[in-house]
Each structure stands twice: as structure tokens, then as C-alpha cells.
């Protein structure tokens, strides 16, 4: 009864975790206003994008990645040989055990009429199995723990799915040894199933059980007679020989049941079989319901994510079902660090102490984002500068072995920030380059914003006004010292005033009346660093709206580097420019979740 009981309690723990982990596919987003779309919107547009998939042609794709990419994971084998075999072990092994083992009553049975766990093919498969996921848990132990493959991050989730799926076979193994020795079991089995009460016959059945099945009994010891040994070999072809084969056959539980037979009836007397069935049971039936909250859920999604990126052509998709298969994906990630072993950025998490750079370890942090949580500001730095560092150079994406797009993934959480209003540290990154190039994705109002951010936080340390007066005779000139340290910045001195880099500035043509607009024009400004006026330098518009095509450098006749020097003056001006922190933002909340700080 209680382990009925417990069955289908876990049973419908497990199936209420997946559901409510799959409406999280639907519910969690990184967006807000007008581009929000209801769950309910959500899943009409994934569901009628399943129905359309599975009634075209792309139900081959489908059928080609479920066997290549899901069943016999190409991708992890193209990447890393070590870690496909361990997968393979892991993941074919614990699919046979779940469904023909812990699942036997209700899956195998039907498969197999007669169907007992005790006899043969299912006593050898159900070891063998055991041992090709101890044996790949081995491995992965020793890939996490010893190994310690570079940016490769172990956390708590990792060492639970070692741990309990570790128990979980250890303790099966044991279960199974101390069974096959205990005295205890054997008079139960013989009391519900025996069809003789002759105690002669029972002494003879119990003599063979200890001689040939590893039996240990205080009641008799070998040597036995072969009169009696021939009885009970009678009398358990009459009775067991129909549901019980060779424990033999149970290799791994019968090498436990050699190694701990000296200690047997110690073992029995102590009811250590009992103990190590409730050990057994409780795990398998705790990972079982815990599988949707914990790590090994990705062994549903991560198929899901394959198959769905097979078939998806985010250019023609709509933005509810990108949004949707994001989610999905971040349930998928396996935390394997594949990512992180080959992203060009990865070096810099050491030198800033930042985890979040790693794309594995910021995929966790997002997953908190997308679920809701509320940002701290040292949240939302980590995040962001692990985010705008990354270089989009896709190798993440090309390496996933399940198939996330992380480089798409990474632009909708910057834009996320970006909408949400949080400040920019970085403005200048690779991403700046990458979100130009994506600009057809993003809507004028949203573009411009943080350039805007960047233009008022500096504007309001550095300001032109008209009506000031500026004393030439001076100048600072800690500001020119600092601007002449290097052969290329200190080329300002060189400049005449010809305009010619104004006359051939692309941004200049771009207006009627330049000067009103961009406050200086490019050979005033180095004018201005020439005469150390720092206001003036660091306040003109024309630096953050230079495309830097290095026209104006080109074309000096007096070989200024003017384009360079306009990078080191917006570098000076981001540097000693305060950041604005989340505090000064008006309070927001991550998808209008109600939860708190994490």
C-alpha cells in the first residue's frame, strides 16, 4: 500500500511540476507595453505552429532530429566524444530503468504479459542498465570534479542530479544483494507464493535457495545431500522457478550479495533489506516528483528545444513564438559550460570576477529574470556587463548540444534592459556594432534610447552654452598633458584649422546648419583640445554621433588622427561621467512578478 501510494502521489507531483513548468513557456517574458502577448495568445501561436509542422514536410525534419539529434545526440558527439558516451550511458540507461523498472507495472506489463522484475530478460537488463548509469555518472563525476574543464562551473543543481541518481542506483544495488541473502525475504516470499506445506519439502527448497540462489540461513548450511538438493530443485521448479531466474543473471546485486554474505544474517537481523527498500523507493520517488524543478527537468525540454529549432525560421516567425521558444530553451540548458569553453569573452569573468560573463552561469541568471524576480542593482550589473561584453560572435550557438540560439537569446535581454530604462555602463561595446546591424528588429523610438541615456548623463557634466565665456590664455592643461601621453592622441597640436575634416565629415553634410546641431564641428573640437578646453571637447554632440568611417583622419593634410582622438574623448567623457544606478530609475518589475529580491 505504501508504495502505491507513494507511486502515484509522485506520479502526480511529476505531471503537475510539468505542467506548470510548461505554462512558464507561455507566462515568462522579457517584455513589456505594447509587444506583450498574453500566454493565452502564447500558446494558440506555438500550438498552431506544431500543427502546421507535423502536417507539411517538415515532419521529416522533425523524425530526422528526434533520431540523430535526440536519441543519439550528434551534437554532443561532433563537440566532445567523453561527454557524448557519458550522456549516452546516462540518459539510455535511465530511460530503460524508468520504464521498464520503476515504471514496470504500468508500462512494461503491458508490454510483456508475463512480465516479473525477477526473471530473465528483465533481472539482466535491469542490472545492466544500472550499471551503464553508474557507469556514466562516473564519468561525469570525474568531468566535474577532478577534470575541472576550464569555465566549467559546478553548482548544487550538478551535484544533486550526481547525487541522486548515484543513490538511487547504489541503494538498488544493495536493495538487491541484501535480498537475494536475507532469510527474512525468502520466508516471505515462500509464505505468499509456496504451494506445500511439508516441512520436509520446505527444508529441501530452502537447502537448494542456499546452495545454487546465494541464500544465507541459520537454519541450515551447507554441505547439503544430493537427495535433498534434488527435492528442492523439484520443489522450486513446482513453486519459484516461474518467477524467480538465477540471481546470477542480477550480477551487480549478486557480487553485493558475495561481498556482504559473511555479514548476512547480521544484516537480516537488523532489518537492513527493509531500510535500504524505503532508501530506494523514497529517492526514486522524490527525484521523480522533483524532476520538474530541478536540473534533469531538461531531459523534456531539451528535446522539445531541438526539434523546435529545427523547424523554426525566426524571419518569418512571430515575435510571441520567439519569445516562447526562449523561454523553453533556458529550461533546455543542461549547464554542460560548452558554451563557456568556447566564448571569445570568457577570459574576462576571471579578471572582473564576474560568473555572469560565462554564457552557461548567465543563462541561470536570466532564467531568474525571465521567471520574475526582482533585480538588486548588483543583479543587473552582473547581467549587464556579461551581456554587452559578449562579442555576438555566435560560437555559443554553433556549439549548444541542444540547440539554444543564445547570440538571438542575448540581444532580447539587452533590449529588455534597454526598455526597462536600466542604465547602459557600456555603451560603446561589440554590441553597439551588433545592434546597428539589427536595427530593422527594433523600432526609431527604441533605438535611439541609449544613445539618449548616454547624451543627457554626460550633457549635464559637460554643456555648451553660448552665453559662457572661456578664458584662452590658460586652458587646462593637466587635460592637453593627459591627451598627449601617446603618439597618436597628441597629434591634435598638429592641426591648423583648415576644416578640411569638417568639409569631408559625412555626419556634417547630414545638415543645413551642422554647428546648431552637433555643438562643434570636428576640426573645432580639436582646436578645443588644443587650447585645453575640457567643456567644450567632452560636451559636443559630434562625438557620439561620429560613424567613425575615419574620413576626417584620412583626409588631413597635417596627418592629425581625428577619428582616434574622438574615441579617446568619448572614453574620457563615459569615465568621469557618474553611472546612474537602478536607485534613480523609476522602480520597475521583471514581467510583473510579485516575488521577491533574489
Known sequence: MFFEISLYLSLVIFASGVVYKASGWFRHDFVDGAHHASPGFRFNKALRGI???VCSLKLFILLKVLLLEVLFQTRTMKEDRFRWVMHLLISGGFTVLLLMHALGNIVTIHLFSEYYSSINPFLCIRDLMGILVLLGLIMAAYRRIILKKRYVKTRAVDYYALGILGLILISGFFLEGTKITSRTAYVQMIEDYASTDDEQ?????????????????????????KEI??????????NCAG???????????YTVAKLTGPFAISLDRFKVTTALWYIHILASFFALAYLPFSKMFHIIASPLSLLTNAVMVPERSHPASILTRQILEMDACTHCGTCSFHCSTAIASKTLGNVNILPSERMIAIKGLAAGNQL???DVRAIQEGIYLCTNCDRCTVVCPVGINLRELWFNVREFFIQKGYPEPLALSPYSFYRGLNRNKISSEDYSKPLESARAAISGKYEIRKDKVFDLTDGNA??????????????????????????VCPVVGNYENPQEILGLLPHQIMRSVGLGIKDLTLGSRMLWDCVTCYQCQEH?????????????LKNQAVKN?????TSSIPATRVAGSTKGAS
Open 229 to 238: 538438493l534434488t527435492l528442492g530443485k523439484e520443489v522450486h521448479e513446482d
Open 201 to 225: 519439502e520446505l527444508t529441501a527448497l530452502e537447502s537448494f535457495w542456499v546452495e545454487d540462489y546465494g541464500l544465507v540461513s541459520p537454519e541450515v548450511s551447507p554441505p547439503f545431500q
Open 51 to 53: 500543427v502546421g509542422s
Open 478 to 503: 593637466e587635460y592637453r598633458e593627459a591627451l598627449s601621453r601617446s603618439s597618436t592622441e597628441k597629434s591634435f597640436s598638429y592641426c591648423f584649422a583648415c576644416e578640411n575634416c569638417t568639409t
Open 577 to 581: 561621467t557618474p553611472v546612474p544606478t
Open 376 to 378: 538588486t542593482e548588483i
Open 243 to 253: 518467477c524467480h531466474s538465477s540471481p546470477q543473471w542480477a550480477f551487480a546485486g
Open 556 to 568: 588631413c593634410p597635417q596627418g592629425v588622427h581625428v577619428t582616434d582622438i574622438l574615441y579617446e
